[in-house]
Structure formats: C-alpha cells, structure tokens
C-alpha cells in the first residue's frame, strides 16, 4: 500500500494541539471589518479551535493515521 500524502493546503491552515484538536483561523475576519466591533475582530484575530463536525475531515486532510484517531 502506498502512504496516503498530506493535503498540503491543510497543512498551510490547520494545527492540531497537543490534546489533539484542531486549530485554524477564525472565519469572517479578513474583509468588511468596518462594521465588526474592535472586540470581535480581535477575537477572530486569535487562532479558533476547528468545530467537532470539521475536525474529523481536517485531520483527514493532514494525513497520518493516529492523527485521526483510525487504528
């Protein structure tokens, strides 16, 4: 069996923590900033962790097995 590849536009957008979840750039934080209060473009500022539906997919993309919890 050939290894499975690392996605590597994943690898760009996702880190995962140490426990094992997974951290990515919150969303709506790039354009139309003006009417987004100082206090939520600094929240989205700071990496999010990745919501539990996306996680498994993502961890998918990153590649090696014991990543996403598959035995």
């Given at each position: 069996m050939p290894k499975t590849k690392t996605h590597?536009?994943?690898?760009?957008r996702?880190?995962?923590?140490?426990?094992?979840?997974?951290?990515?750039?919150?969303a709506f934080s790039t354009h139309i900033l003006e009417k987004k209060s100082a206090k939520?473009?600094?929240?989205?500022g700071r990496p999010a962790v990745?919501?539990?539906v996306d996680e498994?997919?993502?961890k998918t993309l990153l590649g090696s097995p014991h990543r996403s919890g598959r035995r």
């Open positions: 590597s536009g994943a690898k760009k996702f880190r995962l923590t140490a426990t094992g979840k997974v951290r990515g750039r919150s939520r473009k600094r929240r989205q990745i919501a539990k498994k997919r993502v």
